[in-house]
T-cell receptor, first 112, second 115 residues
Framework: SQQGEEDPQALSIQEGENATMNCSYKTSINNLQWYRQNSGRGLVHLIL?????REKHSGRLRVTLDTSKKSSSLLITASRAADTASYFCATDEAGGYNKLIFGAGTRLAVHP | NAGVTQTPKFQVLKTGQSMTLQCAQDMNHEYMSWYRQDPGMGLRLIHYSVGAGITDQGEVPNGYNVSRSTTEDFPLRLLSAAPSQTSVYFCASSYAQSRRGTEAFFGQGTRLTVV
């Protein structure tokens, strides 16, 4: 079964608004990663947060990790139409070797 | 530096046919993996390899074979295609886990239809 589960499955917002996506997982992890996929394309790495980190920033992205609740969130601030894509969390299980297990993703639509 | 290259981009097979999906990377990554992506299911891990000569099964390995004779190449073989294998296949590579984590690089995918 899949490790990560994203919530919501779909999100529709206006340009300039913030978008928040959540991810829950089941087992102990080394790190959690977020990826973006534009329609019909491969996945692109956005940000990695390690199990001993609680928050990380990269440009307009902010990721939090709560290992006690086995959950993470991705916040995209001041969304743009170009942010329209699917976003996936992926977990790297503790003791593993970068074997990433993905959730089903959140489809984000940002309207001009 | 081409990154991760997958061929072909599109393929239609008849049930029972065999084929090999090719994946090559030029980043000297130890770790390579194959995923399939079905609508609403996200990516599911088929097989992975932590180095030349070493492969292991992922979440959905049935119906697929892999081998890793070189660091650069990691082909995925379908021995007898079934309609249930209709999907988009992605190959990914990364440096081996250093307990600090590392990003994975993905190919552009192969869209396979089995009729």
């Amino acid at each position: 079964s899949q490790q990560g589960e994203e919530d919501p499955q779909a999100l529709s917002i206006q340009e300039g608004e913030n978008a928040t996506m959540n991810c829950s997982y089941k087992t102990s992890i080394n790190n959690l990663q977020w990826y973006r996929q534009n329609s019909g394309r491969g996945l692109v790495h956005l940000i990695l947060i390690r199990s001993n980190e609680r928050e990380k920033h990269s440009g307009r992205l902010r990721v939090t990790l709560d290992t006690s609740k086995k959950s993470s969130s991705l916040l995209i601030t001041a969304s743009r139409a170009a942010d329209t894509a699917s976003y996936f969390c992926a977990t790297d299980e503790a003791g593993g070797y970068n074997k990433l297990i993905f959730g089903a993703g959140t489809r984000l639509a940002v309207h001009p | 530096n081409a990154g991760v290259t997958q061929t072909p981009k599109f393929q239609v097979l008849k049930t029972g046919q065999s084929m090999t999906l090719q994946c090559a990377q030029d980043m000297n990554h130890e770790y390579m993996s194959w995923y399939r992506q079905d609508p609403g299911m996200g990516l599911r891990l088929i097989h992975y390899s932590v180095g030349a000569g070493i492969t292991d099964q992922g979440e959905v390995p049935n119906g697929y074979n892999v081998s890793r004779s070189t660091t650069e190449d990691f082909p995925l073989r379908l021995l007898s295609a079934a309609p249930s294998q209709t999907s988009v296949y992605f190959c990914a590579s990364s440096y081996a886990q250093s307990r600090r984590g590392t990003e994975a690089f993905f190919g552009q995918g192969t869209r396979l239809t089995v009729v």
